[in-house]
């Protein structure tokens, strides 16, 4: 029998909160980013910070990925079956320009929506932003005093095997229903924000809220 390391057994029994905090720093780019240094949003307060910042999961611009590499080699492919010598070279060469720009475009504008639809988790409410045609943004939060339930879900052999879900949070607010979809770890996520409810309650009752 294997004997456990009993630092690492307390270690397991700290906060999520704490671990959250002391967890080394992700890389800007990643889909979970504990504690952000260099990460600010225009309606954030000035004592209020950033316990985590989430993406949908890498897995999930997989289709687009694959879908793009596949138009990307098609005019390759198309040139070795089908011939194109009834039309001028300078039509071809322009013709494969344009075809590479909007494919460029399409990669672009897919991976800023990537990166810019993002959840948000502060130590005083959570926020959802979604960008639109990146034109167009919605901006939806709570504060962390409203929500009312946290559920998760993780389904299907792909999700478990890279974790990744749905975080659902049930809010008194505006608008009372929130959903973090295709977030990585979404126990942890859900563990992190239950843990903030009870830090508010514990506030609420010493008369420590902002």
Known sequence: MTKQNPKAVIEDKRPELEKVKEEKKAHPMAAFVPVPSNWRFETQEKKEKIILLLRRHWFTNLSWFLAGVFFFILPGILFLFVSFDFMPLRFRVVGLVIWYLVLAGYFFERFLNWYFNVFIITDERIIDFDFFGLIYKEVSDAKIEDIQDVTYRVGGFVRNLFDF???????????????????????????????????????????RIR
Do not use: H
Request: glycine share 4%; aromatic share 10%; net charge negative.
């Open 165 to 207: 879900g749905d975080v659902f949070f049930q809010t008194s607010a505006e608008l009372p229903r929130f959903e973090f979809r295709d977030v990585p770890q979404p126990a942890r996520v859900a563990r992190v924000l239950r843990e903030l409810i009870t830090e508010e309650e514990i506030e609420k009752m010493e008369g």
